[in-house]
């Protein structure tokens, strides 16, 4: 039987309607804002995406554009003011930064109440320590994925494809705290088919094309894939979407399918920083 599609930009309306009513409650209106440093195209993309989203939904957004020289303390300065500024409540700092900058050196700088990433390394810790605070959007974006399929996560076989500190961390961390059996993969893996196949849910974070195939994926099985790669003008997934569709259960499609829904999430993240700055 061919799977149920996932329709990210459905559920992601759905939660940018709640955020909009959320945040008319609020006295103030949510400030976001984005720092890219470099022309990455993809990054810069992103970012866009996250601006548009973020006006709107009629929040503030303050939007700062590097070039690919800037220096690590140019960076630092402007999230320094950022971290300030009573009307931001939340900085995004997009990465990948360029080559001389020490990434985690810029990340620590955005005060954890203002890091509507969940990047920091007082964030990244309150979720191992099951105290979560501001979590990853991209990993709550898949959870929110999963969950909207009715399947319950506890007891489940969960394999993550990917260890990024971005999603594939994280996303383990979250499926963990709702107990599911977690296995993570990642580039040194042997034998991937042995793992994804036990999965009942699987999520796929490599940045690898059509990595996991037919073959690979249990019948029934939840797919979440977070991968964004360009193929000539076309972008696709780290999951071959046209056959592995026939097998699984549910899958997201790329794009349409995790995106929205991070962007979504990230605007929620910005309510919770709110929240976080009030205390
Ligand atoms: N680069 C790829 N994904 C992300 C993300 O979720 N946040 C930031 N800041 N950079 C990214």
Same mark, same amino acid.
């Given at each position: 039987?061919?799977?149920?599609?996932?329709?990210?930009?459905?559920?992601?309306?759905?939660?940018?309607?709640s955020i909009?009513?959320?945040?008319?409650?609020?006295?103030?209106?949510?400030?976001?804002?984005?720092?890219?440093?470099?022309?990455?195209?993809?990054?810069?993309?992103?970012?866009?995406?996250?601006?548009?989203?973020?006006?709107?939904?009629?929040f503030?957004?303050?939007?700062?554009?590097?070039?690919?020289?800037?220096?690590?303390?140019?960076?630092?300065?402007?999230?320094?003011?950022?971290?300030?500024?009573?009307?931001?409540?939340?900085?995004?700092?997009?990465?990948?930064?360029?080559?001389?900058?020490?990434?985690?050196?810029?990340v620590?700088?955005?005060?954890?109440?203002?890091?509507?990433?969940?990047?920091?390394?007082?964030?990244?810790?309150?979720?191992?320590?099951?105290?979560?605070?501001?979590?990853?959007?991209?990993?709550?974006?898949?959870?929110?994925?999963?969950?909207?399929?009715?399947?319950?996560?506890?007891?489940?076989?969960?394999?993550?494809?990917?260890?990024?500190?971005?999603?594939?961390?994280?996303?383990?961390?979250l499926?963990?705290?709702?107990?599911?059996?977690?296995?993570?993969?990642?580039?040194k893996?042997?034998?991937?088919?042995?793992?994804?196949?036990?999965?009942?849910?699987?999520?796929?974070?490599?940045?690898?094309?059509?990595?996991?195939?037919?073959?690979? $994926? #249990?019948?029934? /099985?939840?797919? +979440?894939?977070?991968?964004?790669?360009?193929? %000539?003008?076309?972008? &696709?997934?780290?999951?071959?979407?046209?056959? $592995? #569709?026939?097998? /699984?259960?549910? +899958?997201?499609?790329?794009?349409?399918?995790? %995106?929205?829904?991070? &962007?979504?999430?990230?605007?929620?993240?910005?309510?919770?920083?709110?929240?976080?700055?009030?205390?």
């Amino acid at each position: 039987m061919a799977a149920i599609i996932l329709d990210g930009k459905k559920e992601a309306n759905k939660l940018l309607e709640s955020i909009k009513k959320r945040a008319k409650a609020l006295e103030e209106k949510p400030g976001l804002a984005l720092v890219l440093a470099g022309n990455n195209p993809a990054s810069e993309i992103y970012v866009n995406f996250k601006e548009k989203t973020c006006k709107e939904a009629g929040f503030y957004c303050e939007r700062y554009n590097f070039p690919e020289n800037v220096s690590q303390n140019e960076l630092l300065k402007v999230v320094d003011e950022l971290n300030q500024k009573r009307e931001i409540h939340g900085i995004l700092v997009q990465l990948p930064l360029p080559k001389q900058m020490d990434e985690s050196l810029v990340v620590d700088s955005i005060l954890p109440n203002k890091d509507v990433d969940g990047f920091t390394p007082v964030n990244l810790g309150n979720l191992v320590n099951d105290n979560n605070m501001m979590e990853p959007a991209t990993a709550r974006a898949c959870i929110a994925l999963i969950e909207s399929t009715g399947i319950k996560i506890e007891g489940k076989n969960a394999v993550v494809v990917g260890r990024s500190n971005i999603v594939g961390k994280p996303v383990a961390l979250l499926l963990l705290q709702r107990n599911a059996t977690v296995t993570m993969c990642h580039s040194k893996t042997k034998n991937l088919l042995e793992h994804t196949k036990n999965a009942d849910i699987l999520v796929v974070a490599a940045g690898k094309p059509n990595l996991i195939t037919k073959a690979m $994926v #249990k019948e029934g /099985a939840v797919v +979440i894939d977070v991968g964004i790669n360009r193929l %000539g003008k076309k972008i &696709i997934g780290d999951v071959d979407f046209e056959n $592995v #569709k026939d097998v /699984a259960g549910f +899958i997201t499609p790329v794009p349409g399918g995790v %995106g929205p829904m991070t &962007i979504a999430m990230l605007l929620d993240n910005l309510l919770m920083a709110m929240k976080l700055g009030r205390r």
